[in-house]
């Protein structure tokens, strides 16, 4: 029943591995009796992180760069029927092709219903989405040639899931506990099923990774027939495997009020801690899995806002003190970030550029 799935997320493992500074420039070598790490020299020396320049749009929730110089947004659409929402109808949240040049937005899939939670294939062909009613989502695909959709069956899916593990297939969960790989016709396959609800999964090399149960218990699920789950962790709010998915980002509540991202290893072994907070939000690695950006909420007057670390050294530097309200996303070169922020009732986005 797995084996097809067990080639995909195969073939998703082929990246690099090897980049400048980055997790590839640390390597994970299991032995029967322990566990080595090894830091390879980077090629050359990194350069400190600065912020060139910050562009924002208002009224709009930006999601993912697309193409060369065009942006997936989510903003009200005054062109379609309104919906009923808190006591009063408004205008439902259409995803927008946004030009970053001439500034026009183009809907997409124009309807009277709410759109948002997008993630873009690596072809660029497709676009995942989510129709929302209140806190349930129901999963969609675009074809963004053609702008026609398919539904991905309709059972509720986890608002912030999904994650395309090729140009053809997207992995999510249900709120169920199913995991699900949809391909863009609309055909469905449940992979795995966890014991209760998932508090957030992620497809990994040859496996996924789930958080479920009291205790936020973190699993690992072979792709390999009749293999039983494996328990790593304890206490994980977000896993997030690195672009060649040897390693992982994790967030780890380690106290009622503290929080702390750290890179580890497949089995869950600390490699690098970076950061600590009252919050961690929007952890996203860049293209090349040099660095991470995620946003961050302390209290005491501790550090907030958005952050971008560097995934071997740990060195951290805040590019907007605002927190995100979403997942950060990348460009395809890694020299800009986009991220929306919610303020005065409505959200803004903003695009950061780095060097």
Known sequence: MLGCFVMLATACSSGTGKELGGPGGRETVNKPDKTITVINEPVQKNVKLTVSGITTIDNARGMNFIGDGKLIISRPNKDVEPIQG???????????????????????????????????????????????????????????????????????????????????????????????????????????????????????????????????????????????????????????????????????????????????????????????????????????GTKLAYSLTSENSGDNGIFVADALTGETTSVLVEQAADTLNWDATGTKLVTSTYKEDQFRTSIISLN
Request: proline share 4%; glycine share 8%; aromatic share 10%.
């Open 86 to 288: 808190e006591g009063e109808k408004v205008q439902p949240n259409n995803i927008y092709l946004y030009d970053l040049q001439t500034k026009k937005a183009e809907a997409l899939a124009p309807a009277s219903e709410n759109q948002g939670f997008s993630e873009v294939s690596p072809d660029g062909k497709y676009l995942f989405y989510k129709m929302t009613e209140e806190a349930t989502a129901f999963g969609r695909i675009l074809n963004l040639e053609t702008k026609q959709s398919v539904m991905l069956g309709k059972e509720p899916i986890d608002l912030s899931s999904g994650q395309w593990i090729d140009n053809s297939h997207v992995f999510f969960t249900t709120l169920s506990g199913k995991m699900i790989v949809a391909d863009t016709d609309g055909n469905l396959k449940t992979i795995a099923q966890a014991n209760g609800y998932i508090f957030t999964a992620a497809m990994g090399n040859d496996g996924i990774y789930y958080v479920t149960g009291d205790r936020m218990e973190l699993y690992f699920q072979s792709l390999e027939e009749g293999t039983k789950p494996e328990k790593i962790a304890e206490g994980v709010e977000w896993i997030i495997p690195s672009p060649d998915l040897k390693q992982l980002a994790m967030v780890k509540k380690t106290s009622e009020t503290v929080r702390e991202l750290s890179v580890v290893d497949q089995k869950g072994k600390t490699l690098l801690k970076i950061t600590k907070g009252t919050q961690i939000f929007g952890t996203r690695w860049s293209p090349d």
